[in-house]
């Protein structure tokens, strides 16, 4: 049996990665799988049609032709609709798979379609957090980039240099950097600020990783008188506090953002608003000239005066930004992890009968959103 495994061009405005690269292509095309590849899918990403072509895959011009047989659909983005008043998710043939980041807390009219075709679909941001599915985990893979493009932008935009330089005309003092979350945004954040020379510090809810934190030349923010004895979910997510213990761990924090050159926040909860770290009155005692990176602002933003998407600058001259989708802002290296993980997801699927899913397997059975007619995610 022939497995087809379809790889369209992303249509949501700003995405700029694609499902699977050239290399991900090479591995994965044998005499039982085909691949095909939507003609320009990979150009924004740095991939030609002639690269794909190179490693074994087909091109095909059009989405529609190049779904409408297709037994495995990987993409970046979820299934949207089209221009011409069409969805993406109604070109899916029944009964086949689809693998992307499907945005589960916020896609229930997208899951309540793919169901009705009968597509088993795969949430990237689902795959547990468990040793063997580490080459799988899309989420972090993509916020390793994140953190590390928060401190490039930081870094463009300071009025200052992040290392300490001696020169024949003085001293200049290394930035100081306050990366608040320790996820693997804010871990990754902490290493590049630190290659780049910056005083770095540190703070999470969870004290426990105070080590790593330590590990990577950072000093840790320790304010754990007070704090609850367990912040952590089973996933390893920091969870959601309440408003007086959010309020308690401003307050605390106020003095280490306010003596910082640079604030890097990457605090989200999983499904729910991101919290608010930094207010109003907490920028208001910021040097001027100082700048905030916010990787939530999607999830509105771990500051009060953040706008996604945009970037704002606050009465007493702080740069606040608050970048959107930023690991495809380094779209060669996001979509190369991407298809790594989506490779590593979907080969243990692959036998000799096409793809078995097996909602009984801890992975799969963890990022299944559809299967068989049903929704099974909240379920």
Known sequence: MSLRIAVPGETTPGETRVGLTPDAVKRLASESISISVQAGAGETAGFGDEDYEAAGASIVADAASLIADADVVLKVAPPAKLADGTHEADLIPEGALLACFLQPHDSADLFARLAARRVTALSLELVPRITRAQSMDALSSQSNLAGYKAVVIAA????????????????????RVLVLGAGVAGLQAIATARRLGGDVWG???????????????????????????????????AKELDD???????ELLAD?????????????????????????DVVAR?????????????????????????VV??????????PVNVPATLPTHASQLLARNLTA?????????????????????ACCVTHDGTVRFGA
């Open 156 to 175: 463009d935009s300071l009025g200052a240099i992040f290392p300490l330089l001696m020169t024949a005309a003085g001293t200049l003092s290394p930035a």
């Open 203 to 237: 703070y999470d809810i969870r004290t426990a990783v105070k080590e790593q934190v330590e590990s990577l030349g950072a000093r840790f923010v320790d304010l754990e008188e007070g704090a609850p004895a367990d912040a952590e979910t089973e996933g390893g997510y």
């Open 244 to 250: 007086a213990e959010q309020a308690r761990k401003r």
């Open 256 to 280: 280490h953002v306010s003596k910082a050159d640079v604030v890097i926040t990457t605090a989200l909860v999983p499904g729910k608003a991101a919290p608010v770290l930094i207010t109003d």
């Open 286 to 310: 910021m040097k001027r000239g100082s700048v905030i990176v916010d990787l939530a602002g999607e999830a509105g933003g771990n500051c009060s005066l953040s706008k996604a998407g945009e």
């Open 313 to 322: 600058e606050s009465p007493g001259g702080v740069k606040i930004h608050a």
């Open 345 to 365: 997801l979907l080969r243990p699927m692959i036998g000799d009968d096409g793809v078995a899913v097996d909602l009984d397997d801890d992975v799969v059975g």
